[in-house]
């Protein structure tokens, strides 16, 4: 059965579970900004009520002030936050393309086009285009990437990546 309460002094930390990872707690703020999908998602706490799975979400709903969902197990054991937490692997860039490229986003059709025809990982041409700048990737995650119509760009800082390579090699 899934509850749900904004009484969040009622929720244990498990010692055993993670510190709270602030850039996640951002991310997930902002995720539950954009659309809440909290009761989607509710979080897992034992019998005494300690969360044994989700302690980001709860904080993020603490912090605006919404409603958390939550289900209780009596069986869980503080064993389980490991199984419960490693299987959770972040998108890469990778999924993202994958992602918006099936949505028929074009920009990220040409994207994945691109890497196929020159043999490059997507990551690579992303990390070219964005210069690195955090911001880039964000909206390259909000699906807002732009495929340059000058591909100049990528060919000049392919070539003298290739040209470094060389150097290095040799």
């Given amino acids: 059965m899934i509850h749900k309460t904004t009484e969040y002094k009622i929720f244990k930390k498990n010692q055993c579970n993670r510190e709270i990872n602030t850039p996640n707690l951002i991310k997930i703020k902002n995720s539950i900004v954009a659309k809440n999908l909290l009761y989607l998602r509710p979080i897992i706490v034992n019998k005494n009520m300690e969360i044994m799975d989700g302690q980001h979400r709860l904080e993020a709903a603490r912090i605006l002030e919404l409603p958390i969902f939550y289900?209780?197990?009596?069986?869980?054991?503080?064993?389980?936050?490991?199984?419960?937490?490693?299987?959770?692997?972040?998108?890469?860039?990778?999924?993202?393309?994958?992602?918006?490229?099936?949505?028929?986003?074009?920009?990220?059709?040409?994207?994945?086009?691109?890497?196929?025809?020159?043999?490059?990982?997507?990551?690579?041409?992303?990390?070219?285009?964005?210069?690195?700048?955090?911001?880039?990737?964000?909206?390259?995650?909000?699906?807002?990437?732009?495929?340059?119509?000058?591909?100049?760009?990528?060919?000049?800082?392919?070539?003298?990546?290739?040209?470094?390579?060389?150097?290095?090699?040799?």
Avoid: C
């Fill in 71 to 170: 289900q209780v197990n009596e069986e869980i054991e503080t064993e389980d936050i490991v199984l419960l937490n490693d299987n959770q692997r972040g998108w890469k860039l990778d999924d993202y393309t994958n992602f918006y490229a099936n949505q028929n986003n074009i920009e990220y059709i040409k994207l994945q086009e691109y890497s196929k025809q020159n043999k490059l990982p997507i990551q690579f041409i992303v990390k070219i285009l964005a210069n690195s700048h955090g911001k880039a990737f964000m909206r390259f995650r909000r699906g807002e990437f732009k495929f340059p119509t000058d591909i100049s760009v990528l060919k000049n800082n392919f070539f003298g990546l290739n040209e470094i390579t060389k150097i290095i090699n040799e």
